[in-house]
C-alpha cells in the first residue's frame, strides 16, 4: 500500500504548554512517537511566515511573506502541495484561519474545508471531524489540518501558559489522538507554527521560537528525542516519505534515516 501522511498544525502551541496542559495523551506521543520539545521556527514567529516556510522549507526572506499578508514569491519555489500534485498524489486541507489558503497554489488540492474559528466554538474538534469523515470517504494522499483556537482563543485571548491556553492544547491533542485513532494506516506529524509570551508572539524571544514536534512515521523510531530540528525540516520529511524529489531551493533536510 502507498504511504499516506497527515500533517496537523497547532497554531502557537509551545512546548512547556504540550508538558503542562494535563492530557493523558502527552505520555504515548512521547513513548510511541518520536518527539521534540526544542524545534525552531522561522523568523517571524508569526503564523504565515512560518506556515509558508513549513511547506516551502525555505525562511521567510527567502519567501517574501513576512507578514500575515501574503506576498507573491519573486523567484517561486514550488511548495509541498506542488511537489505532491505533480507526483500525482492527492491533497486536501481544513482549516480555521483564512490566511492559510495561500500556502498551497490553485489546483493544487482536490478538497478544503475552511471555517472560520471567530464564528464557530470548538472549531478544532469540528474541522478533525470533517477531515476523518473526508479521510474515511476518499482516503487522499496527503491531508493538512490546522487548529487556530490555541492561539487565537487561548494565547491572544488569555495569554499564553494561561489556563484557557493549556485547555485549548489540551483540546487540540484529544484531537491529534482522535486522528491517530481512526487512521492507523497514515503517518501523521504533529507541529507548532511557533509559541508565544505574554498575550503576543513574533519576536526572537525562545518563548515565541521553540516548538514541539511529534511524528508517528516508520522509519523515525518512536520513543526518540529529535532534539534542535526545524521547520524547514518537516516538507523535506514529508516528501521522503512518499518517495517523491524535493526542489533543490529547499534548505530543510528529511528527518528519515539520519
Ligand atoms: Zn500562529
Redesign the pocket.
Known sequence: MSKKVILVSI??MRPDGVLQCGNPYVETLKKEWAYTFSARTCIPSV?LP?HVSLFHSVPPERHGTTTNTYMPQVRPIDGLFEVLKQNKKVNCMFYGWEQLRDVSRPASLKHAVYLNALHHDDSDRKLTDYALDYIKAENPDFVFLYMVET?EKGGHAYGWMSEEYLHHISVALDCVKKVAEACPDYDIIVTA??GGHDRTHGTELAEDMTIPQFYHCEGIAPGTDLGEISLLDTAPTIAALFGVETPVEWEGKSLLNR
Open positions: 497554531d502557537g503564523t512560518c492561539d507554527d511557533h
